[in-house]
């Protein structure tokens, strides 16, 4: 398959240095994955450019939860566009919502005018809208280069008709680039089911911290998760995607 992407998703500069080493197209770099995801730091960036060689694109959510942001926030997000596009950031991820479920299109315009010749991306909050067929027409009329969807399910499995009918209403104006539990394996059954080239997978492996000494009884970490056992891009896992796309045939 020439023409495949795998992006990986990435908090931290060794999982981008792990995403690197195998293989990935490009990264998304965001901080707090273990949340879903929100904008990340400019210093991380910088980190990730002065480590690694990789295409950068930007993942741009000012806070956990839902999609539809006051005007304060949305403030916080242009600037942020307008901050990774002097940096040099090679795109932005970014998605706004109304509240009855449609797609912000003044706001999105706004972003995609303040991204000037960065790629342009709109992220999983198209995965909750209220007419996936009709946002997909949008965003290709804003000018957006890339959906991210799980075929507006959980896992791009679970969404594979979805994203099977986006490939195909998409005919080449936008680039579909399914998400959600995406490995080597769902790889292999989502590129001849939906037709779809472009993965976006985080590859994560848990490791050990390496505190030795661990107080009992205070955390300040998420009370669902062990904040001992931290979440990192296995090269391994990113190799296996990367060595399926580039052997699948066109």
């Known amino acids: 398959m020439k023409n495949y992407i795998l992006e990986t998703c990435v908090d931290s500069i060794l999982s981008a240095i792990e995403a690197e080493k195998g293989g990935a197209s490009r990264v998304e770099l965001c901080s707090n994955l273990v949340i879903g995801g929100v904008s990340p730091s400019l210093s991380l960036f910088r ?7 990789l295409k950068v694109r930007v993942l741009l959510r000012p806070r956990y939860g839902d999609y539809c942001y006051n005007q304060y926030e949305f ?23 109304n509240p009855d479920g449609t797609l912000n299109l003044e706001q999105l315009a706004e972003l995609k005018q303040a991204a000037g010749s960065m790629e342009t991306a709109l992220h999983r909050a198209f995965d909750v809208c209220l007419d996936p067929l009709s946002a997909l027409e949008q965003a290709i009329e804003l000018q957006y280069d890339t959906i991210l969807t799980g075929g507006q399910a959980l896992s791009a499995w679970d969404g594979r008709d979805m994203l099977k009918i986006l490939h195909q209403k998409s005919a080449g104006r936008i680039e579909i680039l399914a998400a959600g539990g995406i490995c080597r394996n769902v790889i292999e059954k989502l590129v001849p089911y939906t037709g779809i080239c472009s993965y976006h997978m985080s590859g994560k492996t848990e490791i050990e911290s390496a505190m030795t000494y661990r107080k009992p009884g205070a955390s300040m970490g998420l009370p669902e998760r062990d904040e001992y056992k931290l979440l990192k891009t296995d090269s391994t896992q990113i190799q296996s995607a990367v060595e399926f796309l580039r052997s699948y045939p066109d």
Not at 47 to 53: A, H, L, N
Not at 79 to 94: P, S
């Open 47 to 53: 980190q990730v450019r002065k480590y690694t060689g």
């Open 75 to 97: 403030e916080e997000l242009k600037e942020q566009v307008e901050m990774f596009r002097e940096e040099g950031a090679d795109g932005v991820v970014v998605g706004i919502l």
